[in-house]
């Protein structure tokens, strides 16, 4: 802490967003390029050094949060990175996808706005990519063990190169033609460049990670001959089983789920495709559920040029502050939040009649129709109370061309058939089960990240993907000196 009044003299200052009219016409990251680190060393400033810093407990990572503030501040970002990289594998991910649960938790947030905790993780992250002070690390021996990684999201990815670093052989299996799971086909580019992404899978590569992409264990790979070659097997195959919409009309054509729309959008920015198939260019668009799935289809919906877009949320609009008596500091509060992708929204809706707002809250969808032809032309719903009862008289048409589904997930994708042949035991609501070391009833095959844990946050899966790291290293070596941040049982702060 440079300065011990920072927090007193200084206002909270977030990183820049650019321009809406500018940024709705290309699919870069939503912000100022440039604009974080002239501002960030006075933002880590205004961090108190409070004596319990309970943002450094609401991080599932454990991240050491007011040391590197403090080594912001003093612009020392050698030592800032070093302490990052000390207990985040990927902080550039995190700096720009995690929702901030340590914000929420942040002592200065009890009376005034949180330190801009991870935007300073970010700048910090891109900074150390500047300097070089990042390089590969390869072990200086090898432990004769062989890990196959299956799944290469943020926990494959985390899990992988802890276990690389500690000297084991590791390949990441990975079904789809890309790795990065769903940072890679999910994630829009606008939220997190791809670039992020190539770079860290280069830095393992040069540690010794080896990949195998196409390639879905299960589907191209008996899982049995997995188990057979290696020493140890780590599932990190993610929670990809979508919820439906049991309503009249779900059959009809454009009507689609969120994860059948976001990846082909990701595959434009590849380069594989000219146009999205499902673009929804020039099409009224309604999507059905309130979470960040639906805002990344906002946001992509916008980009591809939609005549109309708005996202229905079975909740009430949550109030504005958080409620003191059911969601107290330092917990993580449902409160009304505008992303960028509902800012471009709204600020794109001009005619008179549109709502500010591009959602709709307490919308409950009742049927959608067709046009005669088997095409989606409206959605139909109704107002619900905090119960879920329709409120009468509330009846609504949208036109609708695209109704896009972002109901949330179930558990695991189980089409490959890797549960059935592994014989592996699954938890009620269809995660894989895993006991305290996240071992699962198979001996030497390990679970982690949303295949066992269900749908979550990147911060999760890596804080997983390296506590999964330490226990197959223990498994293996009969003891192990890597950081595990979170037991399988832990439960986060609601986020
Ligand atoms: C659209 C969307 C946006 C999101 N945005 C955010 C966000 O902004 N911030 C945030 O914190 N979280 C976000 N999340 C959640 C976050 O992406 C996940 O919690 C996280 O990616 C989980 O990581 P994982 O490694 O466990 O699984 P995944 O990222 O799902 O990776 C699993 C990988 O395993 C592969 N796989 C599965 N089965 C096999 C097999 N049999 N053989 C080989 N490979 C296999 C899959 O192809 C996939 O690549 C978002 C989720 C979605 C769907
Ligand atoms: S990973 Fe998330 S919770 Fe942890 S310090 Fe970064 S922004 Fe905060």
């Not at 293996?476 to 950081?483: E, F, K, V």
Request: include cysteine; glycine fraction near 10%; aromatic fraction near 6%.
């Amino acid at each position: 802490m440079a300065d011990p009044k920072g927090f007193m003299t200084t206002p909270r200052q977030e990183w820049p967003r650019r321009p809406v009219e500018e940024r709705v016409r290309d699919w870069d990251e939503v912000y100022v390029p440039g604009a974080l680190l002239p501002i960030i060393s006075r933002q880590a400033d205004r961090c108190m050094d409070c004596g319990i810093p309970f943002c450094h407990q609401a991080c599932p990572l454990g991240n050491l949060i007011p040391e590197w503030n403090d080594l912001v501040s003093r612009e020392d970002w050698r030592a800032a990175s070093d302490r990052l990289h000390a207990t985040n594998n990927f902080p550039e991910f995190t700096g720009r996808l995690c929702p901030a649960p340590c914000e929420a938790g942040c002592v200065l947030a009890i009376n005034q706005p949180a330190v801009t905790i991870k935007n300073v993780e970010c700048a910090i992250a891109d900074r150390a990519w500047e300097e070089g002070f990042t390089p590969a690390r390869p072990p200086d021996r090898l432990s004769g063990k062989t890990v196959a990684v299956v799944g290469s999201g943020p926990t494959g990815l985390a899990a992988a190169q802890q276990l690389t670093r500690a000297g084991h052989t590791v390949a990441v299996f990975e079904k789809d033609d890309r790795i990065g799971g769903l940072m890679r086909y999910g994630i829009p580019e606008f939220k997190m460049e791809k670039r992020h992404l190539e770079r860290r899978i280069e830095q393992m590569r040069a540690e010794g990670t080896r990949f195998r992409p196409s390639t879905g264990v299960g589907r191209d790979v008996p899982a049995a001959d997995l188990r057979a070659r290696y020493d140890a097997v780590v599932l990190a195959t993610g929670a990809t089983a979508w919820r439906e919409l049991p309503v009249p009309g779900r059959e009809l054509q454009g009507v689609h789920q969120a994860m059948e729309y976001l990846p082909l959008a990701n595959r434009v920015c590849e380069g594989d495709l000219a146009a999205s198939p499902l673009s929804a260019a020039g099409k009224h668009v309604v999507i059905v559920g309130g979470g960040d799935t639906g805002a990344d289809c906002l946001g992509t919906a916008v980009r591809e040029g939609a005549a109309s877009v708005t996202q229905l949320d079975i909740y009430a609009q949550p109030d504005a502050e958080r409620d003191e008596d059911t969601e107290p500091w330092p917990t993580y509060p449902k409160i009304y939040r505008l992303s960028a992708a509902h800012e471009e929204a709204r600020d794109l809706r001009t005619a008179p009649s549109a709502d500010a707002d591009a959602r709709l809250f307490a919308a409950s969808t009742l049927h959608l129709t067709g046009d005669g032809g088997g095409h989606v032309r409206s959605l139909h719903l109704m107002e619900v109370d905090a119960r879920r009862q329709p409120v009468p008289g509330t009846e609504r048409e949208l036109p609708a061309d695209l109704v896009l589904l972002a109901l949330g997930f179930h558990g695991p994708d189980r089409e490959d058939g890797l549960v059935e042949q592994l014989g592996l035991t699954l938890e009620p609501r269809g995660t894989i089960a895993r006991d305290d070391g996240f071992a699962t009833n198979v001996p030497g095959v390990f679970a982690a990240g949303d295949a066992a844990r269900g749908q979550s946050l990147i911060v999760w899966a890596i804080a997983e993907g390296r506590a999964v790291a330490a226990a197959v290293d223990r498994y293996l070596m009969g003891s192990s000196r890597l950081p595990a941040p979170v037991s399988a049982n832990d439960r986060p702060m609601r986020v």
